[in-house]
């Protein structure tokens, strides 16, 4: 090899797919809210290679491209983040127009008719849940009751060794599983004690 040729880094085979015009249709998309399968659809990619891509970035001694690769990706998807939430926010604190109408007056003016819309606390309720649940959730109480609505009677730790103790000895005397399901069933629970 001369001194004036450069050495290939990369290994040979198909030339990347990880171009600037494939990163800049997924930047795109992404920013756009798409999920990955339909970006890397836009982008002409598989969403396997942009998976790939992304688990290259996280080794151990990640190639740049894929280390920048996926910086970029995470930029867009807090950028979109905060889009949505600004305009959510923007919502929630209404004020904003709607609606702008200019008439001419009978005086021959201009007459400028504007609405406005309204706060929406219902989302400002929706959002504070999403975002702290622990403090703004809704939380539904459930009551759980047995037959005609009495006590659910739940087996203790005797009853269960009793049983077990039971299939057991029935096991042991030849019976079969299901004959051994079956009566316990019936004996232990099915006369409504």
């Not at 836009?42 to 740049?64: D, K, L, V």
């Not at 904003?96 to 008439?103: A, D, E, Q």
């Not at 047995?146 to 057991?168: D, F, S």
Request: proline residues 6%; hydrophobic residues 35%.
């Amino acid at each position: 090899m001369s001194s004036g040729t450069r050495k290939n880094t990369r290994p040979p085979g198909r030339p990347s797919k990880l171009t600037e015009e494939t990163v800049t249709r997924l930047l795109a998309a992404i920013k756009a809210g798409a999920t990955v399968r339909n970006a890397a659809l836009y982008a002409g990619i598989g969403e396997s290679t942009f998976h790939e891509w992304m688990a290259q970035a996280r080794e151990e001694s990640p190639r740049p491209e894929f280390l920048e690769f996926a910086e970029q990706i995470e930029r867009a998807r807090a950028e979109l983040q905060v889009d949505v939430l600004n305009s959510v926010m923007e919502t929630i604190r209404g004020g904003f127009v709607t609606k702008r109408v200019t008439r001419t007056g009978r005086d021959g003016e201009p007459e400028h008719e504007e609405q406005f819309a309204p706060p929406d606390g219902r989302l400002g309720l929706d959002l504070l849940s999403r975002i702290w649940p622990q403090d703004f959730a809704k939380r539904s109480a459930m009551e759980v009751s047995g037959p005609e609505g009495g006590p659910i009677e739940l087996a203790t730790a005797q009853r269960v060794q009793a049983l077990a103790g039971r299939v057991a000895a029935a096991l042991a005397a030849g019976a079969s599983d299901e004959d051994v399901e079956d009566a316990e069933v019936v004996g232990e629970w099915g006369d409504g004690q």
